[in-house]
């Protein structure tokens, strides 16, 4: 049984990744179906435009299983979520949430504009809707926001209530 690999990814990764986002959301949920939301939708993932994103400073972590790329989360902005996809056949088995949870140990928030079918998935790993959903480029979005209460915790004095 091979296991799922976390790691950097590396130039090369870019077109397998393009190909793990690809198979992992269904383009009429992600798009309002109109020629300019599909060329925006292959401009995010175009491989030079990932190859951009492995590059630059920000946070990138991909995910594979048996060489094959799986999943993949990119930040911008530091704490700003842009990109985070896993392969349909792969969803549900906690991808997404060790993704997340490997790149954002260290942030005290993250900011992220949900796809309308990922908004559940957000919900679930403690994201609140920060504001109204909206639509750019013939794509939906929903701003929701993610505070990190374990780093809170760290840096708030503590009161012991048992005297």
Known sequence: MNTI???PPKLGDEYQISGCMWASADLWELTD???ESVAEWELICNPEELRDRILSDQKTLVATWNGIAVGFIAFKRGNHLSLLFVRREFSGQ???RELFTRCTNDLNEVTV???RAAVGF????????????????GIWGTPMKWVNNSVNQMHTPHTDSKR
Do not use: C, E, M, W
């Open 94 to 96: 906690g991808i997404g």
């Open 122 to 137: 957000y919900q679930k790993v403690g994201f609140i809707q920060s504001g109204d959903s909206f639509l750019y480029k």
């Open 113 to 115: 504009n949900a796809a």
């Open 5 to 7: 690999i976390y790691r």
């Open 33 to 35: 179906g109109t020629p």
